[in-house]
């Protein structure tokens, strides 16, 4: 899977007298499953409707059994669309008194149907924070990344979130979008993607928000096949190599997170999940977990690292 011409991840970390290992660990993500109702062109998990891995119940109480014997500071659900997973609202239930930051990811389309009336007042009785994905500010570029229509539902979604006092000053609880470029190129800084997407969502549609994210694509999954497709691959690595950052590397996510996949296995994040490279190079279930991996213990890296440490870094 590594390009002619591009430097090992490993290599570079080693020419720059840097390495990449575990910190303490705070972070659990917990992967439900590819079930979504989009197919979104830069999944790097390959998530559509079509898709049947998501998280059984048993899975779920092994999971709240593991953030019970191990406390997390954060713990950030995400899919696929998780919305669409039956039994959301018990994992929600059992994690809520464990994490003193419980996030959920939407693609904010999933959570537009009616059924889901009663998760969103489940969030706000948990102070559950929403982290939604809006690549852009622009729904006709937004909507080549995700499918026809789908802003429209999501700027719905979101006035409704506001009206739930999600994003709105003083309430407690908390908005976060996420945006990730249109194509194969890297995205805007942070700050001044957050200052343009505050100024335009307020404009058009008067929509509040508390932070922006803004990540690259990742080489993986979907958006993988694309870039060989369109034969970009080669161009976006390189781009992303140019770009590599040796100080993003402290702050690289895989340090403090560990991944939960949809059966309950451990990864080092969803990257190497997509790719199947288990947390510590073997198998192992949270329901069999003894301990958390210790400081120091190694990361398994790959070519699609060089997306988080890229620019500012995918943190
Ligand atoms: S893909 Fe990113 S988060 Fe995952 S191991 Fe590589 S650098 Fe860390």
Redesign the pocket.
């Known amino acids: 899977m590594e390009t002619a011409g591009v430097e090992p991840f490993a290599d570079i970390l080693v020419r720059h007298r840097l390495s990449?290992v575990r910190d303490r660990v705070h972070t659990l993500q917990v992967n439900t499953g590819y079930l979504c109702n989009l197919r979104c062109r830069h999944c790097h998990l390959e998530a559509g409707p079509g898709r049947k891995e998501i998280m059984s119940r048993e899975t779920m109480e092994a999971v709240v059994s593991f953030a019970r014997r191990f406390p997390f500071q954060v713990i950030d659900l995400t899919g696929g669309a998780p919305e669409m997973v039956p039994d959301l609202p018990f994992l929600i239930e059992g994690l809520a008194p464990f994490a003193p930051r419980l996030m959920l990811r939407t693609n904010l389309s999933a959570l537009s149907d009616s059924a889901r009336e009663s998760l969103l007042a489940l969030c706000v009785v948990h102070r559950v924070v929403l982290v939604a994905s809006f690549p852009s500010t622009n729904p006709s570029e937004a909507d080549t990344q995700r499918g026809a229509g789908v802003t429209d539902a999501a700027i719905a979604v979101l006035k409704k979130l506001n009206a739930a006092g999600y994003g709105v000053e003083g309430t407690g609880l908390e908005l976060d979008l996420v945006s990730n470029p249109v194509g194969a190129f890297l995205p805007a800084s942070r700050e001044s993607a957050e200052r343009e997407f505050r100024h335009e969502l307020l404009r058009k549609w008067g929509i509040a928000f508390n932070h922006l994210y803004t990540f690259a694509n990742?080489p993986l999954g979907r958006f993988r096949t694309g870039l060989l497709q369109t034969e970009n691959y080669e161009r976006y690595v390189k781009i992303l190599v140019e770009a590599f950052n040796p100080a993003a590397v402290e702050g690289?996510?895989?340090r403090t997170l560990l991944s939960v996949s949809w059966d309950g296995f451990l990864y080092?994040?969803d990257?190497?999940l997509a790719v199947d490279r288990s947390a510590g190079g073997r198998k192992v279930h949270v329901s069999d977990v003894r301990e958390l991996p210790p400081f120091g213990a190694p990361?398994?890296?790959?070519e699609?690292?060089y997306?988080?440490?890229a620019g500012s870094g995918?943190t």
Not at 299 to 302: D, F, L, V
């Open positions: 990449l990742v690289l996510m895989c080092d994040c990257f190497n990361i398994a890296t790959g699609y690292c997306a988080c440490t995918f």
